[in-house]
């Protein structure tokens, strides 16, 4: 057992319990992969059909698959509602964003250079998001996922491949290394049931 | 319950801070689980283990020492047949984690730098 260890250091490693399965990263890869497909097929209700199916989905896996095998714990409502409203202006900034983008659109008004790099500001809002998750969860391979993202529409801007494939190709690598680390974990952790 | 301290005498008030020190919780093992319940609500049996890397009957001792002092609180049920026990801290463990915190800082802050 490791001793001398700090409070900080210990809600670290209660962070990172959330992630080191794997299945954030399937949800993410999942959900950019359906971006990609909803260009390709013009089915625009799929990145939200994918997210809210996704989202109950990767709950019943945690509580099937997860929690038996490492346990489970849940933050203080303190901790709960901090963590809560860091998402809630997360989203209200991105929604924002996309409010007077949108609205810029409608009233002709819109900027040149954002005509111009649309991809790169719409792949970059995105990024940034995933950035936030790193950062605020500390799993550095989030950055990565947040490079590939951005890597989509700098080839679609630079070297002529379709948006929509960006977002195919970033997606379907997060979900492969999501599935990777979901197997390494699987195979660390074998279920275990209480003494009785 | 009574608090795991040192009654301190009058002889003893040069070192107050280090005799206030909850002994049950500066044990590294139960400190370990004092933290971890102060950081999260509630955790189970096996969160606990995991995290810790303790065996079951270090744990299971450990925790019961905490439970007889009131410092936490274990519920015990059954999911199916498999036995699933969750444990969260009491107030009075709560208080007294903070004391230690306090306590524990007085001590090394009254350390004179070298």
């Given at each position: 057992m490791e001793e001398g260890i700090s409070l900080k250091e210990i809600q670290r490693r209660v962070y990172?319990?959330?992630?080191?399965?794997?299945?954030?990263?399937?949800?993410?890869?999942?959900?950019?992969?359906g971006w990609g497909l909803a260009i390709l097929t013009d089915l625009a209700y799929l990145p939200g059909v994918t997210f809210i199916g996704l989202y109950f989905a990767i709950w019943g896996v945690k509580k099937r698959l997860i929690y038996p095998r490492i346990g489970y714990a849940r933050f203080s409502m303190t901790s709960?509602?901090?963590?809560?409203?860091?998402?809630?202006?997360?989203?209200?900034?991105?929604?924002?964003?996309?409010?007077?983008?949108?609205?810029?659109?409608?009233?002709?008004?819109?900027?040149?250079?954002?005509?111009?790099?649309?991809?790169?500001?719409?792949?970059?809002?995105l990024a940034a998001v995933v950035c936030f998750i790193a950062y605020w969860a500390r799993v550095n391979r989030f950055y990565v996922y947040a490079v590939l993202i951005f890597l989509g529409a700098v080839f679609h801007m630079w070297l002529g491949v379709r948006w929509e494939f960006g977002f195919i190709g970033a997606g379907g690598i997060i979900l492969l290394i999501g599935l990777g680390v979901l197997v390494i974990f699987l195979r660390k952790y074998a279920k275990m049931v209480e003494e009785a | 319950m009574r608090r795991h301290e040192i009654?301190?005498?009058?002889?003893?008030?040069?070192?107050?801070?280090?005799?206030?020190?909850?002994?049950?919780?500066?044990?590294?093992?139960?400190?370990?689980?004092?933290?971890?319940?102060?950081?999260?609500?509630?955790?189970?049996?096996?969160?606990?283990?995991?995290?810790?890397?303790?065996?079951?009957?270090?744990?299971?001792?450990?925790?019961?020492?905490?439970?007889t002092a009131g410092y936490v609180v274990m519920e015990k049920e059954f999911l199916g047949k498999k036995p699933h026990t969750t444990i969260r801290?009491?107030?009075?463990?709560?208080?007294?984690?903070?004391?230690?915190?306090?306590?524990?800082?007085?001590?090394?802050?009254?350390?004179?730098?070298?």
């Open positions: 990172m319990t959330f992630f080191q399965d794997g299945l954030w990263d399937i949800f993410l890869g999942l959900f950019i992969l709960r509602r901090r963590i809560t409203a860091r998402f809630v202006i997360l989203g209200l900034a991105v929604m924002l964003v996309g409010v007077m983008v949108a609205v810029l659109w409608g009233i002709g008004a819109r900027p040149q250079w954002l005509a111009d790099y649309f991809p790169l500001v719409f792949n970059g809002i | 009654v301190i005498s009058n002889s003893d008030e040069g070192q107050e801070p280090v005799n206030k020190i909850d002994r049950l919780i500066h044990e590294p093992s139960r400190y370990m689980l004092m933290a971890y319940l102060y950081v999260v609500e509630v955790a189970d049996f096996l969160f606990l283990l995991r995290q810790t890397g303790m065996t079951w009957g270090n744990l299971s001792t450990h925790l019961s020492k905490l439970e801290l009491t107030e009075q463990g709560w208080n007294a984690f903070e004391e230690y915190r306090g306590n524990m800082k007085r001590v090394l802050d009254n350390l004179p730098s070298k």
